[in-house]
Nanobody, 125 residues
Framework: QVSLAESGGGAVQAGGSLRLSCATSGTAIRTGAMGWFRQPPGKEREFVAAIFRGSRTYYADALKGRFTMSRDSGKTTVFLQMDDLHVEDTAVYHC???????????????????WGQGTQVTVSS
């Protein structure tokens, strides 16, 4: 049984930063993929970033350079550092785990089996 819990969301002005955390329980995640997704108001869930098999990190092209995903050495918590936030980054941010991840589906929300409840990020101008 894997459970995920996000924290760190909040309200920030454009140009500011936030750091989201996703704590996992039930297993130390060393395989598969841990991903961050977001769902802006009225839109579909979209890929933000993922760590594949504990090593390589992938990002949505539009977010490269502003968002950084990392994990702790114990491989039980992942982070999403978000810098230079824009109003359009406003969304509910979710972490997710796909134990059998493959590269071709890394960016697809429906490939992930386990999800956190999400944390709200609101960026104002």
């Amino acid at each position: 049984q894997v459970s995920l819990a996000e924290s760190g969301g909040g309200a920030v002005q454009a140009g500011g930063s936030l750091r989201l955390s996703c704590a996992t329980s039930g297993t130390a995640i060393r395989t598969g993929a841990m991903g961050w997704f977001r769902q802006p108001p009225g839109k579909e869930r979209e890929f933000v970033a993922a760590i594949f098999r504990g090593s390589r990190t992938y990002y949505a092209d539009a977010l490269k350079g502003r968002f950084t995903m990392s994990r702790d050495s114990g491989k039980t918590t992942v982070f999403l550092q978000m810098d230079d936030l824009h109003v359009e980054d406003t969304a509910v941010y979710h972490c997710a785990f796909d134990p059998g991840a493959i590269l071709s589906t890394l960016r697809q929300p429906n490939a992930y089996e386990h999800w956190g409840q999400g944390t709200q990020v609101t960026v104002s101008s």
